[in-house]
């Protein structure tokens, strides 16, 4: 495909405000002759360009500034297709969008999303991706290799920095961006500035997003903010808002899987509950080895309850001090497996953690909170709550201490939630987790 460059002279002149502008304005100034060509195995884009079709840009001035995002580069193209070119292997383009999109776990999942491998390699995708003034710049850059990675199915891109913009219409919101705890600063602190990002994140999903859009909370606190955001969206159902427990459930396989000397796809039916901080409870009692209870496969239970519990806590802390940052990659695969478990047909027998509304629960945790729980799904973007589960006094003591934290932190941000005052009296000791701060 043939793309005109500007000149630097030409670059020099446009604010980042006014990319979406010229973009989409200079595209107009080209005429493009587009065929698409579907093979049984595989469908790419081919596009011809005419040489004397392509005219050189005029640099006219925005008559007036937005911030409304539109497409990006390459995505401004408008494809007018015959019907039999129109390939019929193809869903309707699903729209998901992405905050903290120019931060380090984007940068792993958006090409996971864009190439296929979580939502199909039939599913069209439309991404867009909030940033900020400060992360504009860095934003244009993931988009830059968005387009420099011809993904066949990647049929709109758009960045902005106001999610009344970008969430619009979105059927997928996964809301990574958040604030880190910087040196000093309290949990309490945390909670308020971070939930308050939260707080208008909800707002503008309820406002603009597709009223049945499924949203993964990643930004920490995940729970809790979790729990601000869809108080912000009474119009989309609470049991459509999740926070991101699965990395917690994946590192607790791992452990069981080298303990046992098995591969950790033999390791199922792990719950990791509660919240996602060092209060979180990985289960064992339920887990199953190869279909074995975990119990009868690994029998040193004092393992078991510390040191594998202890391991699933500080992976993170381990891994900052290995690799000097907090997981990305790994945190993108729990994200793109949180959302497969979602789409896809849980397997038989098996289930999956997420963060998940309380209300309505079959075990007796507190209601209206935000707690990590064992689900099944039927693969329609659905879940339902696992009720053969068993218990014994060791589980349910951690579960009522995560479920006690979790309960402080909703006290805490009662302002935000429309509950009045907030009240911070957080347990006592430090249970942020270490990649939090």
């Not at 129109?86 to 998901?96: A, D, E, G, P, S």
């Not at 699933?312 to 900052?320: A, P």
């Not at 935000?416 to 347990?427: A, F, K, N, S, T």
């Amino acid at each position: 495909m043939a793309v005109a460059e500007l000149s630097p002279s030409y670059k020099t002149q446009i604010k980042p405000s006014q990319i979406s502008y010229l973009s989409s304005r200079l595209w107009d100034h080209r005429k493009f002759s587009v065929q698409l060509i579907a093979k049984a195995a595989r469908t790419g884009i081919r596009c011809s360009v005419v040489q004397n079709q392509v005219e050189a840009p005029v640099a006219t001035p925005p008559k007036e500034q937005s911030s409304k995002p539109e497409c990006y580069g390459i995505f401004c193209l408008t494809y007018d297709l015959k019907a039999e070119e129109q390939t019929k292997m193809w869903k309707k383009l699903i729209t998901v969008a992405v905050s903290g999109a120019a931060g380090m776990i984007s940068n792993h999942l958006l090409f996971k999303l864009a190439s296929g491998e979580v939502f199909g390699p039939d599913q069209p995708i439309a991404l867009k991706l909030l940033g900020s003034e400060r992360s504009f710049e860095a934003l244009e850059g993931v988009a830059m290799e968005l387009e420099d990675s011809l993904y066949p199915l990647l049929r709109e891109v758009s960045i902005g920095i106001d999610p009344y913009d970008v969430f619009r219409d979105a059927e997928w919101a996964l809301l990574i961006g958040a604030k880190p705890r910087g040196p000093g600063m309290e949990r309490s602190a945390l909670l308020d500035i971070n939930g308050q990002i939260f707080a208008e994140q909800g707002k503008a999903l309820n406002a603009v997003a597709s009223p049945t859009v499924k949203v993964i909370v990643v930004g920490n606190p995940c729970n809790t903010n979790a729990l601000i955001c869809l108080k912000n969206a009474s119009k989309i159902p609470a049991k459509n808002f999740h926070a991101l427990t699965r990395l917690d459930e994946n590192r607790a396989k791992c452990q069981l899987a080298l303990k046992a000397g098995v591969f950790y796809d033999k390791v199922s039916n792990v719950t990791i509950w509660g919240n996602h901080s060092t209060t979180q409870v990985p289960d064992f009692l339920n887990a199953k080895i190869d279909g074995r209870p975990v119990i009868e496969v690994i029998k040193d239970r004092k393992w078991l309850e510390e040191e594998f519990t202890e391991k699933v806590q500080k992976r993170g802390g381990e891994l900052i001090k290995k690799w000097g940052r907090s997981s990305a990659a790994s945190t993108a695969v729990s994200i793109v497996d949180a959302i497969k478990s979602l789409i896809t047909p849980t397997p038989e027998g098996d289930w999956f953690s997420s963060g998940v509304y309380t209300n309505g629960n079959p075990y007796g945790i507190a209601e209206d909170l935000v707690f990590s729980m064992p689900c099944r799904s039927k693969g329609d973007g659905d879940y339902e709550l696992v009720k053969d589960v068993i218990f014994d006094d060791y589980l349910w003591n951690r579960i009522k201490k995560s479920e006690e934290e979790l309960l402080a932190e909703k006290r805490c941000v009662a302002h935000l939630i429309g509950e009045g005052l907030g009240v911070c009296e957080l347990p006592a000791g430090d249970t942020m987790l270490p990649g939090e701060m």
